[in-house]
């Protein structure tokens, strides 16, 4: 099942949420990702596909690099500020995959 519609309105439990660059947008990420992980079945994953600071674009181009995207990205998150907000939501990352030009966290 594909649904598009408010967080708000996320009910019942799913075995995969994604969120495809769109978590960085977000203005509130820890309460986001906090009811995001309480609608993860007890297996489920999360993904979140985001530029990353510290990816080898960012040190490439720095202040150049397009993906900052100002002011529409309201955080440009590291690996450090994922791992924080997904502990506070007891999760972990499972992985890092960087793509070249985005980063896909799972």
């Given at each position: 099942?594909?649904?598009?519609?408010?967080?708000?309105?996320?009910?019942?439990e799913?075995?995969?949420?994604?969120?495809?660059?769109?978590f960085?947008?977000?203005?509130?990420?820890?309460?986001?990702?906090?009811?995001?992980?309480?609608?993860?079945?007890?297996?489920?994953?999360?993904?979140?596909?985001?530029?990353?600071?510290?990816?080898?674009?960012?040190?490439?181009?720095?202040?150049?690099?397009?993906?900052?995207?100002?002011?529409?990205?309201?955080?440009?998150?590291?690996?450090?500020?994922?791992?924080?907000?997904?502990?506070?939501?007891?999760?972990?990352?499972?992985?890092?995959?960087?793509?070249?030009?985005?980063?896909?966290?799972?």
């Open positions: 099942m594909v649904k598009k519609e408010p967080l708000a309105n996320l009910g019942g799913f075995d995969l949420i994604i969120r495809h660059h769109s960085e947008h977000m203005d509130r990420p820890r309460e986001v990702l906090s009811t995001l992980a309480a609608h993860l079945a007890p297996d489920g994953r999360l993904l979140i596909r985001i530029p990353l600071a510290g990816s080898c674009a960012w040190r490439k181009y720095g202040a150049f690099w397009a993906n900052l995207d100002a002011p529409r990205h309201l955080y440009l998150h590291t690996p450090t500020s994922l791992a924080r907000l997904a502990a506070g939501a007891d999760m972990t990352i499972e992985s890092i995959v960087y793509d070249l030009q985005y980063t896909r966290l799972i």
